[in-house]
T-cell receptor, first 111, second 114 residues
Framework: GQNIDQPTEMTATEGAIVQINCTYQ??????LFWYQQHAGEAPTFLSY????GLEEKGRFSSFLSRSKGYSYLLLKELQMKDSASYLC????????????FGPGTRLSVLP | EPEVTQTPSHQVTQMGQEVILRCVPI?????FYWYRQILGQKVEFLVS????????KSEIFDDQFSVERPDGSNFTLKIRSTKLEDSAMYFC????????????FGPGTRLTVT
């Protein structure tokens, strides 16, 4: 079956750094996505990794290790507005587009 | 800034009724998607659509579901005979050419089946 695991909840302090981990076991792999979702809103795209290594985009970075089935999202200089759920998703179709989402990690940023 | 729009924002229907959820993707986008999210649960992929046909669909997307691009702007999801368990938020998303990976999500339609 398809399985993506993330911690359910995390708490961090404004200005700090937080790392949200994601492990996956899927029948295929054609890229891993991170999305941010505020309560009651649609997901918004944060990052995409298809090759091993780190992708940096401003305060957000994402890392992928395909051999370990592992990714993390790193958020630096946390702000209150970063309080949201962070969703890890895998395109499990090697040639097309068929996505499996993790349960999401709810991050609370405290003052 | 261009955005994906969805109508209605909230749809209430009785079990067994047909519903059509509407989406207007970003105008130069070529790939279209439907997702659903049951309250408090994870986002689930339903279907991807390209070049006027379904390219992939999940196990959830059974014969009760269909998608259509009736004109150059709309992209619809039809549920033929709704069940209580179809109650969820339905998100439409679109993206541009095949080399791009960023999907833009619409605000969603909350479907309540009573």
């Amino acid at each position: 079956g398809q399985n993506i695991d993330q911690p359910t909840e995390m708490t961090a302090t404004e200005g700090a750094i937080v790392q949200i981990n994601c492990t996956y076991q899927t029948s295929g792999f054609n890229g891993l996505f991170w999305y941010q979702q505020h309560a009651g809103e649609a997901p918004t795209f944060l990052s995409y990794n298809v090759l091993d290594g780190l992708e940096e985009k401003g305060r957000f970075s994402s890392f992928l290790s395909r051999s370990k089935g592992y990714s993390y999202l790193l958020l630096k200089e946390l702000q209150m507005k970063d309080s949201a759920s962070y969703l890890c998703a895998v395109n499990k179709d090697n040639y097309g587009q068929n996505f499996v989402f993790g349960p999401g990690t709810r991050l609370s940023v405290l003052p | 800034e261009p955005e994906v729009t969805q109508t209605p924002s909230h749809q209430v229907t009785q079990m067994g009724q047909e519903v059509i959820l509407r989406c207007v993707p970003i105008s130069n986008h070529l790939y279209f998607y439907w997702y659903r999210q049951i309250l408090g649960q994870k986002v689930e992929f339903l279907v991807s659509f390209y070049n006027n046909e379904i390219s992939e669909k999940s196990e959830i997307f059974d014969d009760q579901f269909s998608v259509e691009r009736p004109d150059g702007s709309n992209f619809t999801l039809k549920i033929r005979s709704t069940k209580l368990e179809d109650s969820a938020m339905y998100f439409c998303a679109s993206k541009t050419a095949s080399g791009s990976y960023e999907q833009y999500f619409g605000p969603g339609t909350r479907l309540t089946v009573t």
